[in-house]
């Protein structure tokens, strides 16, 4: 069985109005920013890699910790992630990857070609991109550290990842089994628990079906437990066990 931890790496406020598809209400809402560490399974395994102090500096993050700095503190040396699985390749899930030196990266393959692709060239896609970040895809798939996927996948037994799509063109979240039952990590396919709980899309899409869509795989796949973990959504840590300032245990 797995025990999973949320572990925020920074916080940045923003709007309602700016942020859910649609919204009218100028509300000030706050993004807490993470990456999620599983244990109990052959090796450490990573959910997103968080970003590094450039971005944070450059995209006005408070309270940076590093990502590695944030595993360090649950016992894990960085260069003993083995496995990390990439949701999608926006600045805050993929600029870390440097931070995981041997670490081996699941990322949908849909994701990779559409952030490669055409749709860099067009502004309102540039805009959650790190360009020096995705041209490192080229690299490290030469170097055989990335694992390219197509729809759901068994990571290792009760450890799965599954195509969501919506918010990014290969979109993928995690579900874990654990010993309080199936833990669902959406990443962006959720960021706050109104976009799942109350069918509330976000502004940044590639497919607002898919995003629908979504948030019933994420209901279907947590069931009757609900553990399910919100992307950015500092309620978080309300909903689980804070275990110091930063760190939250999920099950
Ligand atoms: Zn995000």
Redesign the pocket.
Known sequence: MYEVYALKCGERDTTACEFFYREPSHDRVTLDFFVWLVLGGPHPVLVDTGFAEEDAAQRGIRGYTSPAAMVRRLGVRPEDVATVLVSHL?W??WAGHALFPSAEFWIQREEVAFWTGPMARYDVYKAPANPGALARLVTLNYASRLRLVEGDREVLPGLRVHRIGGHTAGLQIVSVETARGRVVLTS?ASHFYRNVERRQPVQIITSLPEMLAGFDTIQALAGSERLVVA??DPEVAERFSRVEPGVVRIA
């Open positions: 926006h805050d899930h962006d992307g950015h």
